[in-house]
């Protein structure tokens, strides 16, 4: 995911304040289906920016009535004793998020961009993200890197339903740009409403993925 430039101002944003609005006027627009991430925080966020980071995910799909049930599989977040359900078979509406730490090098195009996933046509089920490019590229747009991080992670949890396409506007836009940085400040960049309701589609029966294939 690459990120163009170029100038723009942002403000700030109550993340806390706005979940529970935002989460209402989602589930009043359309029936919410819900999205397992399966995180592995290969970066040990502290607690702190993974709440944020996790907020900002859950908002971002909130828009479209999707619900985003977080499993912590790693990380100073999960659990002492990490949840079962990380090991089983993953089911149709679950994707596997790692967070990683790998160091900035101008010469490895992997470093320098801030997430991939592995996706055909129909979509996928595992997605990376650089951490210290996500840090970097927040940096350079001025916003708070939680809150990038929040939108990366939501970008490509949607590429892992939906696959590779991107949109010209909103939350699967090839990149963001300086210009997206008060939206992004405000939690408002989501999918369309073709995007959203195919993700619902693909997200209301969920089965294994053994009887997919």
Not at 45 to 57: D, I, K, N, S, Y
């Amino acid at each position: 995911m690459e990120v163009p430039r170029d100038p723009a101002q942002c403000g700030a944003m109550n993340l806390t304040n706005a979940l529970p609005w935002i989460l209402l006027m989602a589930s009043a627009a359309c029936p919410a289906q819900t999205l397992t991430i399966r995180l592995y925080d290969h970066a040990n966020l502290p607690a702190g920016e993974m709440a944020r980071t996790t907020e900002v995910t859950t908002l971002a799909l909130g828009h479209s009535g999707i619900q985003v049930k977080w499993l912590q599989c790693r990380g100073a977040a999960a659990p002492a004793s990490p949840d079962a359900t990380c090991d089983v078979e993953m089911r149709s509406n679950e994707i596997t998020m790692r967070l990683l730490p790998l160091a900035l090098d101008p010469k490895d195009p992997r470093t320098t961009e801030m997430a991939c996933a592995i996706v055909n046509s129909e979509g996928g089920h595992y997605g990376t993200v650089y951490v210290p490019a996500v840090r970097a590229t927040a940096k350079e747009l001025d916003v708070a890197a939680d809150l990038l991080l929040g939108f990366v992670i939501a970008h490509e949890g949607v590429h892992l339903m939906l696959g590779p396409a991107h949109s010209r506007s909103g939350l699967m836009r090839a990149g963001y740009s300086r210009k997206e940085a008060g939206d992004l400040q405000r939690v408002s960049l989501g999918l369309t409403p073709p995007e959203a309701h195919k993700l619902a589609a693909v997200l209301k029966v969920p089965s294994t993925m053994a009887s997919l294939r």
